[in-house]
């Protein structure tokens, strides 16, 4: 289409309904926009809020993994601890004893010498 002055144009206008047309559409799409737009951004949140929430709760179990593995060789490492001063205690309660032996014998000797 042509206007006036010979040049093309979009639209022509008439008269002002076809102005008013034109406006009422503009309000329309504007408006069905709107009315898509809000839904999907509602849709787009919540997947945003739950997809984050899952994150989060994996970081947590990785986390709580690590910590059970770091309190399992904590476990360990006193279990051996435990078992070597169970040795030693061991020990020390024999040679205790063998020294309570002597005694005893070293005392039976004495008695004989001084009779």
Do not use: N
Not at 9 to 22: A, E, H, Q
Not at 59 to 76: G, W
């Amino acid at each position: 289409m042509q206007d006036r002055r010979g040049e093309r144009t979009m639209f022509r206008y008439r008269s002002g309904w076809s102005r008013f047309k034109l406006e009422t559409l503009l309000i329309l799409l504007i408006v069905f926009g709107c009315i898509v737009s809000i839904p999907i951004t509602a849709i787009l949140t919540h997947h945003k809020r739950t997809m984050a929430s899952i994150l989060s709760s994996q970081r947590v179990q990785s986390t709580d993994s690590e910590a059970v593995a770091r309190l399992s060789k904590e476990l360990a490492e006193l279990r051996q601890l435990v078992t070597e001063q169970a040795i030693v205690l061991d020990d020390l309660s024999m040679m205790h004893r063998r020294l309570l032996e002597r005694a005893t014998e070293s005392d039976s000797v004495r008695q004989r010498l001084s009779s």
